[in-house]
């Protein structure tokens, strides 16, 4: 029987592999592989085998160069060792056989760094947006509102009839574009996936604290036209369970934790679509 994969990259800083392992696991996907980047670039696993590709939290490289940026420059131009290939080219036949992209936190960063969202056309490869300090100052570590769009296309929503209840752990989480443009596409395609909100998941807000970073229009989350791709500052993966509710104690809350379906929704078009 064919199985349903998961791939979680790991190394050079990201923190956040083994919270996105379980993740998949409990949303339904049969085998889950953590795999350091050096794997990838040695040619011992290959994204061809898999059909989620999950980009994870953390610190890349130490921020140095901006968050994720050194990783965005290490999937554009590194060569894989013993095929001589781009792993870029891996990364590009992965999207074109119809997969799916999760980035999260500094997988989100990386993703907008290398050109995958929001991506318009299919441009892959054309960066038309960042992210970049949080208009606060400083590191935020708190748990945010998101209102999603019921228009969008994006495949981790499906089902999501209000909004999810998420944490977030960011210092470089605001987003901005290059254009208005850009902004104008993006709200006319309803690719912002999540928006920061209040607690009755009414109209996105740029309020701080419940815009922690001053993102512009309040996005939490992009996904591109496919619905495919998706990344979001906040961590699904750090809210699977009632226990990871920092009020779990205090509140009877349902036992699956709101960022799950996520994982659930990514499991099921794989079934559906790819197997």
């Not at 100052?137 to 495949?155: E, H, I, N, P």
């Not at 999810?164 to 309803?190: C, M, W």
Request: one cysteine or more.
């Amino acid at each position: 029987m064919v199985k349903a994969r998961a791939i979680v990259i790991t190394g050079n800083g990201t923190n956040c592999e083994m919270e996105a392992a379980h993740a998949c696991r409990l949303g339904g996907f049969d085998e889950v592989v953590i795999a350091h980047i050096s794997d990838l670039l040695a040619g011992e696993i290959r994204l061809d085998d898999f059909q989620f590709l999950n980009l994870t939290g953390g610190f890349l490289d130490g921020d140095d160069l901006g968050s994720a940026k050194a990783q965005a420059n290490r999937f554009r131009y590194a060569k894989v060792d013993e095929l001589r290939e781009h792993l870029i080219d891996q990364l590009m036949q992965f999207i074109s056989a119809g997969k799916l992209i999760l980035g999260v936190c500094n997988g989100f960063q990386l993703m907008v760094k290398m050109g995958l969202l929001p991506a318009f056309g299919g441009s892959y490869l054309t960066q038309s947006a960042t992210l970049t300090f949080n208009d606060c100052g400083r590191f935020q570590d708190r748990w945010v509102y998101l209102k999603t769009d019921s228009a969008s296309a994006c495949v981790y929503t499906k089902g999501v009839e209000k909004g999810l209840y998420l944490p977030i752990r960011h210092g470089e989480g605001k987003f901005v574009v290059d254009s208005q443009t850009t902004l104008d596409a993006i709200e006319v395609n309803h690719l912002a996936a999540f928006k920061y909100s209040d607690s009755t998941y009414g109209a996105p807000t740029m309020e701080f604290p419940l815009n922690p970073n001053g993102s512009v229009n309040a996005i939490a989350g992009l996904c591109n036209e496919t619905g495919r791709l998706m990344g979001m500052m906040p961590h699904p993966e750090a809210f699977v369970h009632r226990i990871n509710h920092p009020r779990w104690t205090r509140e009877e809350l349902p036992e699956e934790g709101d960022g799950l379906i996520l994982f659930k929704n990514a499991s099921e078009f794989v079934r559906k679509n790819l197997l």
